[in-house]
């Protein structure tokens, strides 16, 4: 799934993906930060743990922006007492209505025990049907690796989540094998 909010190809150089397994979720992300067609960081992290370790996060897009929302979003989690579902559409409302937010490019990966979600700048909350969602330049095949050994495998949603940034990696130039993976 490949997304684009104004001008700019936002996503060319990051891959997020998340996936739900029994009672594990994880979310991972590659480390490649990229300018355009020149490599400028290998190691970044995109993931993190939020509301008392409640809560995992992950992002694609500028990374400014991504760390501007990653604040309001806990602020909102803050705000709803963990209600990961309210504080998605809340903070999807305001990124789509503030004047300033809405020129934010970035996206985000969310997930508790319960749920799992994509918030995008455009007001989207989305659940995933499948118990995987993926965004950023090699999201698509991030995703279709991990649906892959969802549906055919016994592995956790850690290692799936592993398995399918490793194969991503392996054919999106702009994502690479430095993999941080937060799990629940």
Known sequence: MRFSMGETDMFQGTTIIAA?????????????????ATIVKGSANKVRKMYQGQVLAGFAGSVADALTLYQKFEGK????????????????????????????????????????????GNGDVIEPDEGVVAIGSGG???RAAALALHKHTELDAETIVREA???????????????????L
């Open 20 to 36: 739900r397994k029994g009672d594990q979720v994880a979310i991972g992300g590659d480390g490649q930060v990229s300018i355009e």
């Open 77 to 120: 989690l803050e705000e709803y007492r963990g209600n990961l579902k309210r504080s998605a559409y809340e903070l999807a409302r305001e990124w789509r209505t503030d004047r300033v937010l809405r020129r934010l490019e970035a996206m985000m990966v969310v997930a508790n025990k319960e749920d799992l979600l994509l918030i995008s």
């Open 165 to 183: 940034l490793k194969i991503a990696s392996s054919i999106c130039v702009y994502t690479n094998d430095s993999i941080t993976v937060e799990t």
């Open 140 to 142: 698509s095949f991030a």
